[in-house]
């Protein structure tokens, strides 16, 4: 165990020095959350407005606001853009061949890889949580359980969306290249796991579906918790649920990598 820590922190270590050298990557995001945020508040304005309400699906105005910014930032720390592109590249011209021949997993290399690339992420958003604290006092984290609960959550979150784009990134070992199912699926997401439009608007029909899936564990399971919309008591058996699913796409990620691996020619090395 000791061996795997070590060996692992180090590649987390050389892939965070490297985000501070991109520092504007960054600074990028927060753009981008700063506008996807922008545009949100003048459409849900414009919609309690025009029908003059003061609550949907209870929430307030500025409690959805909270929930959707607090979604977005969320929704940025699990995306794995650079990192699946990275993968997808090294199966197609055979870099992947230095992880066959050395004793390092596939997996885990690039799982530290992808933390340490979103590291600065990390650090820039929770600054801007703070923040948000400050301007919405109440809003989120309640209490210091709610903030506990929202770390653990976020961890779940972290893991599972990469072990998902873990099995997509495999089905290159068949198809060459699958950039475009990496795409579908992240445009997707942003709809499905609550990014934009929280879950809790959908239809009770849309809910109940999304409930036997990983998806409501990727953005609106940590932002609940966040904001005090799973009560304390039902926080156990929603863990349990996310494990078990993280569970479930790991070992089919391993699955499906194993049987890759078979079909494997070295291509492009």
């Known amino acids: 165990m000791f061996i795997f820590i070590r060996k692992y922190s180090a590649v987390l270590k050389i892939n965070w020095i490297q985000a501070l050298e991109y520092r504007a990557n960054a600074l990028v995001g927060v753009i981008a959350i700063i506008s996807g945020l922008f545009i949100e508040y003048q459409i849900w304005s414009l919609i309690f407005k025009s ?19 607090l979604s977005i930032i969320v929704g940025q720390l699990k995306s794995s853009w650079h990192t699946s ?11 992947i061949n230095k992880f066959l021949i050395r004793p390092i997993s ?3 290399y690039h799982f530290m890889m992808f933390i340490g690339v979103n590291s600065l992420y ?14 919405f006092p109440g809003a989120i984290f309640q209490a210091p ?10 961890i779940v979150s972290i893991f599972l969306s990469y072990s998902i784009y873990y099995i997509m990134i495999c089905l290159a070992f068949w198809f060459g290249e699958v950039r475009s199912i990496v795409v579908a699926y992240n445009l997707i997401m942003l709809v499905l796991a609550g990014q934009y439009i929280p879950i809790r608007l959908f239809p009770d029909s849309i809910i109940q579906i999304m ?5 409501i564990y990727l953005v609106d399971f940590p932002v609940s918790i966040a904001t005090g919309r799973i009560p304390i008591d039902m926080w156990l058996i929603n863990f349990f649920y996310s494990v078990i699913w993280c569970l479930i796409i790991w070992c089919l990620g391993h699955f499906v990598y194993s049987r890759g691996i078979r079909k494997y020619e070295a291509y492009g090395s």
Do not use: C
Not at 51 to 66: P, R
Not at 85 to 95: A, K, N, Q, V
């Open 51 to 69: 029908q003059d309400l003061t609550h949907v699906n209870g929430f307030s105005f500025n409690e959805l606001m909270v929930f959707i910014f």
């Open 122 to 135: 990390y650090t820039v958003y929770s600054i801007i949580l703070f923040i948000l604290i400050a301007l």
């Open 145 to 154: 359980i709610n903030f506990i609960g929202f770390i653990f959550a976020l």
């Open 211 to 215: 409930e036997l899936t990983p998806f």
């Open 106 to 108: 596939y997996f885990w």
């Open 85 to 95: 592109g990275e993968m997808i590249e090294g199966i197609r011209t055979g870099d």
